[in-house]
């Protein structure tokens, strides 16, 4: 049958996917701040250690699937860094034991299309995620909850990248991968979506309409699924063309890799 932890799981994403995966016979264990299996805060390390050993308790010690899509895009640009990326890292690492137990193991971190669409991303920002300091990294968070949101995904795209090849993962048969969504029509941005489909050659989406959380839930089954078997620290966009009609040609670089993670003109 299978068992899969999705944190995020009560809204959008999350709980399009969850839905997508009961269809499809899994055991979900859903972690949310409120309508979940696990009630975890993950803005703070007290909170993710706890949905660690909640989830530990939960599954009986083994998970086959991890999908870490919880996230915020505001008010507090702190909070967006530290759930975004922190609660986002320390979630995939502290799970991973669990899924060393598990069959055909996978792992996806949620990003954002915002990581290559958006310019002048703080790489100071960046470092200091990538570095592990949260204390630093929320001290460079800035005003703007945009940018924290971009940059905190930026970040977490090239750790997947960075982490997804190593002996703990791919060595031990588990699989990590990104997903960088785009516009998707969820509760997050539902005040925005009007805007953000005006805003022309800014932001342009060729397929003209937002995304439905159900097509990325229905990407990330198949992420998590045996049939995905040679993904590894693949970033997969999912936005109806926006990045490609934004960055066509910044696309590869010279240099692939993680350090020089595209970020737009």
Not at 47 to 58: D, E, K, P, Q, W
Not at 80 to 108: C, H, K, M, W
């Given at each position: ?97 669990l899924l060393a137990q598990g069959t055909d193991s996978s792992a996806i971190a949620i990003s954002s299309n915002s990581s290559t669409t958006l310019v002048s991303l ?9 570095n592990d300091d949260e204390e630093q990294a929320r001290e460079l968070a800035g005003a703007d909850p945009g940018t924290a949101y971009a940059t905190s995904k930026l ?83 999912m936005d109806g063309g926006n990045d490609a009609a934004l960055n066509a040609d910044a696309w590869p670089t010279t240099n692939t890799t993680a350090d020089r993670w595209?970020?737009?003109?």
């Amino acid at each position: 049958m299978g068992t899969i932890v999705i944190t995020g799981s009560a809204g959008g994403i999350g709980q399009s996917t969850r839905e997508r995966l009961y269809r499809d016979g899994k055991e979900v264990i859903g972690v949310d701040i409120r309508n979940a299996e696990v009630i975890a805060d993950l803005s703070t390390p007290e909170g993710r250690n706890a949905m660690i050993g909640a989830v530990a308790a939960t599954s009986g010690g083994r998970i086959d699937g991890l999908v870490a899509g919880a996230g915020i895009t505001g008010p507090d640009p702190q909070q967006v860094v530290s759930i975004n990326y922190f609660g986002a890292v320390a979630t995939v690492e502290g799970l991973r034991p669990l899924l060393a137990q598990g069959t055909d193991s996978s792992a996806i971190a949620i990003s954002s299309n915002s990581s290559t669409t958006l310019v002048s991303l703080p790489e100071g920002l960046v470092d200091a995620c990538l570095n592990d300091d949260e204390e630093q990294a929320r001290e460079l968070a800035g005003a703007d909850p945009g940018t924290a949101y971009a940059t905190s995904k930026l970040a977490l795209a090239r750790w997947t990248r960075r982490t997804a090849i190593g002996a703990d993962w791919i060595g031990s048969g588990i699989r990590l991968n990104a997903v960088a969504p785009g516009l998707i029509d969820t509760p997050l941005v539902a005040d925005n979506i009007d805007m953000i489909m005006n805003l022309g050659d800014v932001y342009p989406i060729p397929q003209n309409r937002p995304g439905r959380p159900a097509e990325v839930a229905n990407l990330l089954a198949f992420l998590l699924s045996p049939d995905a078997s040679f993904f590894c620290g693949s970033v997969v966009f999912m936005d109806g063309g926006n990045d490609a009609a934004l960055n066509a040609d910044a696309w590869p670089t010279t240099n692939t890799t993680a350090d020089r993670w595209p970020v737009g003109d």
